[in-house]
T-cell receptor
Framework: EPEVTQTPSHQVTQMGQEVILRCVPI?????FYWYRQILGQKVEFLVS????????KSEIFDDQFSVERPDGSNFTLKIRSTKLEDSAMYFC????????????FGPGTRLLVL | DAKTTQPTSMDCAEGRAANLPCNHS???????VYWYRQIHSQGPQYIIH???NNETNEMASLIITEDRKSSTLILPHATLRDTAVYYC???????????FGPGTRLSVLP
């Protein structure tokens, strides 16, 4: 069964450094998402992406964040200058369609900012 | 904020059916009910979804009341591996993001 994959599984970085989290969505899916979950808190939506453009983003997704689909398979989340409060699990998801389509989530990347 | 209300936690004996309720009294006619679960800090796992009719798959059954204001997820024979946080989500019919509430923490006890 196809699944969303994410790399790395864990990332430790120093405050102020740039990080890139990578995702390979399910191959025939057209919509891609990033969510995050701070330890002990709810899963929060960050951004959705379709046809090489951001289609929706939350207040969390500020100028420090960017997303890209650099090739036909990868979908990346870049945090330009990490802060301590960016420490969280980051989940990528993908779906075939947009409104009310099932989203399939990857296993996540645990980001720790020191 | 999430448009659903779920109990904070529930216990279930191993081998018994786990019935997880969810209230979604403001659901509109075109909005689906989705259920996901999260084991530890793993990625949310899709379980099942439905619009009006009851649904069943290899993981669970979903019972939606006739007025669609509430639903119940049924795990027919809970195992220890079903211990997880279960989320009932009603995605907006105009937005793309899934809003996760705190969910129900289900503990399956031996």
């Amino acid at each position: 069964e196809p699944e969303v994959t994410q790399t790395p599984s864990h990332q430790v970085t120093q405050m102020g450094q740039e990080v890139i989290l990578r995702c390979v969505p399910i191959s025939n899916h057209l919509y891609f998402y990033w969510y995050r979950q701070i330890l002990g808190q709810k899963v929060e939506f960050l951004v959705s992406f379709y046809n090489n453009e951001i289609s929706e983003k939350s207040e969390i997704f500020d100028d420090q964040f960017s997303v890209e689909r650099p090739d036909g398979s990868n979908f990346t989340l870049k945090i330009r200058s990490t802060k301590l409060e960016d420490s969280a699990m980051y989940f990528c998801a993908s779906s075939r369609g947009d409104i009310q389509e099932t989203q399939y989530f990857g296993p996540g990347t645990r980001l720790l900012v020191l | 904020d999430a448009k659903t209300t779920q109990p904070t936690s529930m216990d279930c004996a191993e081998g018994r059916a786990a019935n997880l309720p969810c209230n979604h009294s403001t659901i509109s006619g075109n909005e689906y009910v989705y259920w996901y679960r999260q084991i530890h800090s793993q990625g949310p796992q899709y379980i099942i979804h439905g619009l009006k009719n009851n649904e069943t798959n290899e993981m669970a059954s979903l019972i939606i009341t006739e007025d669609r204001k509430s639903s119940t997820l049924i795990l027919p024979h809970a195992t220890l591996r079903d211990t997880a946080v279960y989320y009932c989500i009603v995605p907006s019919d105009y937005g793309q993001n899934f809003v996760f509430g705190p969910g129900t923490r289900l503990s399956v006890l031996p």
